[in-house]
């Protein structure tokens, strides 16, 4: 007897039954759980690469925090209130998710900032500095030394939106580039009266992380001991932090138990991260609950399957067939099955991560087409977990 005819001999003593509807019933529940949990899993890991992947998402709000002390009713006019002690930034550093902080330097001088030409503004101008690296970017010109009458300054990409989409327009004064900005001179007047200098200030670049006009801290220094305010405190009332993860909830309870202000835009992510970890968790037990149902009644389906065979069993191993070679026959027509629905999930879900990167590259961010790995581990586990219950259930319904 060929081996193509033994085989169709055995599936048509092996395989009757009447009950194919609970079949599909079982391996529809098993697709759309697995395709669930994958989904669940590939939900999670977006969510991790659009804060910290490897393809940094700047466009997110990236981990750098600009903190200050909030002021209330209690604190509105008190002296020093609102300004951090040693004490407080060494707590800070020591807080969740923080790996560095750096203080904001301001000026406790006056400046005052005159612009001719086509743009006769003139204004006070506040000034900040920041460590070095903390800046968004480096620009080569971002040095001063007393003596030097040239300033570079980084200025805040929302001033010039406000001055290209609100001042301008009402004013009737030129609309700016980036590079026609950097190539206006402005003069800055430092001091008050005869005891006063005028330096020649120039962008040099802009900053989307911090919201002012930055100068070297050298140049702050510099101001503060020579034009700075008497008893004008030196104490930061600013302070620049670098998170691991700002979404994390630990982190966030850290700032509002301490009553630390920041742009609540800047801390969304906390809220979309709670969020996210309910849909991800209420996904994954809802898909292994189905999983749990699909397969035990696929397996209900298989013992249903080899009891109504039992007489064709008992006459098969009366003849010479063993125990293990039925069991592997019995294998290789359901093992296919769980293979198959674990192919279309994996379809499904691999169809969604595509779908998703698309979505949000027309945001300015950035996700990988295919699955990472924690998705394929879950879909190797899964398999293995389907495959070796299947394969028991048989070998066990075989031998009894």
Known sequence: MSDKTQMNMLKRLLMRTQHKSRLVAALLALCIGTTLLLLSVMIWWN????????????????????IGKRVTEQNMGVANATVFQPADIDSLKQAPQVQDVGVISSNHFPVYAMM??????????PLESVPDNFLDKMPEEWKWEPGSRSL?????????DIYNYVFAPSQGLPQLSETSVKS????????????????????????????SVLA?????????KTYGKPGATTAPSQLILKAKDPSDTKFADYLQRRDYATNSQNLRWSKIRA???????????????????????????IELTIA?????????????YSPHYLSKFMISRFLPMVFGTVIVSMIITIIAQATAATVVKSQGLVLPIMPGWPVWAA???????????????ISGAIKR
Not at 216 to 224: A, H, L, R, T
């Open 47 to 66: 969510f991790r690469e659009l804060l910290y992947g490897k393809n940094q998402n700047d466009t997110l709000g990236s981990t750098f925090l600009i």
């Open 116 to 125: 001719g030409g086509k743009l006769p503004l003139a204004t006070d101008l």
């Open 152 to 160: 570079p300054i980084i200025v805040s990409s929302q001033f010039l």
């Open 184 to 211: 206006i001179a402005l003069n800055l007047k430092v001091g008050e009266g005869d005891h006063s200098e005028v330096f020649l200030a120039h962008v040099v670049g802009f900053s989307d992380r911090i919201g």
């Open 216 to 224: 070297p801290q050298s140049f702050i220094d510099y101001g503060n």
């Open 275 to 301: 969020i996210v970890e309910v849909v991800t968790s209420a996904t994954g037990i809802l898909a292994l609950l189905l999983m749990g149902i699909g397969t035990l009644v696929f397996i209900l389906f």
């Open 308 to 320: 109504h065979a039992q007489h064709s069993l008992t006459l098969l191993l009366q003849i010479g």
């Open 379 to 393: 879909l190797a586990v899964s398999t293995a977990v389907l495959a070796t219950l299947v394969t028991r259930s």
